[in-house]
């Protein structure tokens, strides 16, 4: 099963220590053990190969040596340093896990220099066309009930996702989550998960979901910070820029698996959108080395627009989700008169025509677009010459 992210990997393989990390069943094992022919696979948390690990008594006579979850090992980064300033990248390496490697509280800055990051997101639109040629509409109708994890999204079965479901978050909380932290709350954190997948694309007060948990608001933002290390969510800001009355603090939160998010008009939908964008972004950073972030815009009046994306700090591409046939957002004229946006979308499910205004703003078919979505393609990045 072909990745996305596959080619960059293999281009990038001979010049650096390749990392790959993503959510817990994205699929980045089996993405690396696809890469090379003859591979040595080594996973940290299996005693065997931890001595291995320990004893770096590996084979040499392959092609790709493969480290899985290494990342749990103290000074894993010291250690890693070493292997490749000794052996010269040769086996090549590949480091893969489930927490964000760049955030691991274990992490030094002993590989600066020494490796290419890459971030596996779950199946979207856009891959599902490009590398398994599936139809659009197949694929998005699959992602609103069974998310894009491969395992779930492959067997397009819902029973059998719900059962999935329960254990990738049993593995997230009773695994991975006390390896970063010593956690004693456990039930309030998935007590927490729930109330997140119920207010995705709404502004998260800590205050209001710490009285509803009995906690601190810090504890709550700890604990966020922690899911967040894991992939299980991800927090999108509010971008205040030069915008007059402008939210400052408050971010929203959305779901890498798209089916945990409760299916109320526009939510889940709302998050598919983020999925898709926050892939976008992370891919363009990963390949092209420049920075791609993903904001919200809103005033304390209440106009807001979903999503923004901003290319090396600079606002780049607007984004209003819509389920049906609308009036355009009145969001996009009134900010505009503070930040000048190149790209402006109104994405809409159900349209029955594509449209252009004179203000700058597109109309467009929600699911053909993400279907399209590529921001190395988009053609103000090379008016501006980013690329």
């Known amino acids: 099963m072909d990745r996305y992210i596959k080619s960059s990997v293999l281009a990038d393989l001979d010049k650096k220590i390749v990392l790959i990390s993503g959510p817990r069943q994205v699929g980045k ?3 690396s053990k696809n890469l090379k022919t003859h591979f040595e696979y080594m996973n940290y948390d299996y005693l065997e190969d931890r001595i291995l690990i320990k004893e770096k008594s590996w084979r040499r006579d392959v092609d790709l040596v493969i480290f899985d979850e290494i990342h749990k090992m103290s000074e894993w980064k010291r250690w ?9 990248n040769k086996p090549n390496i590949v480091v893969t896990g489930s927490a964000n490697l760049e955030s691991y509280s274990k992490v030094g800055d002993s590989l600066a220099g020494r490796y290419f990051p890459f971030r596996l997101h779950p199946i979207d639109i856009r891959e599902a066309m490009i590398i398994w040629k599936e139809k659009p509409e197949e694929s998005f109708n699959k992602l609103m009930v069974v998310g894009g994890f491969p395992e779930p999204y492959i067997k397009e079965d819902e029973t059998y996702y719900r059962r999935w479901q329960r254990t990738h978050l049993d593995i997230i909380l009773k695994q991975d989550l006390l390896d970063l932290k010593t956690v004693k ?16 694309g709404s502004n998260i007060a800590f205050a209001n979901i710490a009285r509803d948990l009995e906690v601190d608001p810090k504890t709550i933002k700890e604990w966020m910070r922690l899911l967040e290390n894991l992939y299980a969510i991800f927090l999108v800001p509010p971008y205040h820029k030069n915008i007059a009355r402008a939210l400052l603090k408050e971010p929203k939160c959305y779901f890498f698996d798209n089916g945990r998010v409760v299916d ?8 598919l959108v983020a999925c898709a964008l926050k892939k ?3 891919f363009f950073e990963d390949t092209q080395g420049k920075s791609a972030e993903l904001f919200y815009m809103r005033t304390k009046d209440g106009l807001e627009i979903d999503f923004l994306i901003t290319i090396d700090k600079q606002p780049f591409a607007a984004f209003e989700i819509k389920t049906s046939e609308t009036e355009i957002s009145k969001a996009f004229a009134h900010f505009q008169q503070y930040i000048r946006i190149p790209h402006q979308y109104q994405l809409v499910n159900e349209l029955s025509r594509e449209k252009d205004f004179m203000n700058g703003v597109k109309v467009r078919n929600l699911v053909n677009f993400l279907a399209n979505l590529d921001l190395a393609q988009m053609p103000v990045i090379r008016n501006w010459q980013i690329i």
Do not use: F, W
Not at 80 to 88: A, F, S
Not at 264 to 271: D, F, T
């Open 29 to 31: 094992t089996t993405l």
């Open 280 to 282: 976008a972004c992370h």
């Open 185 to 200: 709350s456990l039930k309030s954190i998935e007590t927490l998960i729930a109330i997140l997948a119920t207010r995705v």
């Open 80 to 88: 890693l340093k070493g292997i490749y300033d000794r052996e010269q």
């Open 264 to 271: 109320k008009p526009g939510m889940r939908l709302e998050n």
